[in-house]
């Protein structure tokens, strides 16, 4: 079964907004792949979620579906080490992104998932191609 690895900002949009985000959530609860997540990017998620939806009327069910995500997931408990986060920071544009590349390396994933361009151009973090969510749905779809 494919090992898929989501960043922070594609589990955001599943967890607040209809689409193919949302869809590739609900496919990994029903057993179509296993996510493959992170202590460093639920805790990146539990951030944006209390900064930018504090307020949203869906917060509470959102919190509740992040919850089930991180339970029938392949969980790595300890944060990414500063050395790997380090050596990541010369790989990315963007600083914040080295904690995202640095856990793709340790978790070794089949497929990494992002909208964020900067990732897109890497083509791949390893031996895992980066994808749109489109793209994975797509390959789930066809039982890839």
Known sequence: MLRIALDANTIISGLFFDGNERQLLVAGLSGKYHLVLSQDILEEVEAVVARKFSGDRDLDSALAFLYDIAMSSEFHQGACAPKDVRS???????????IHYAFVLASRPDYFVTGDGDFLSLVKIGKAPVVTTRKALGMIREGR
């Open 88 to 98: 990541a920071v010369r790989m990315v544009r963007d600083a914040e992104d080295a």
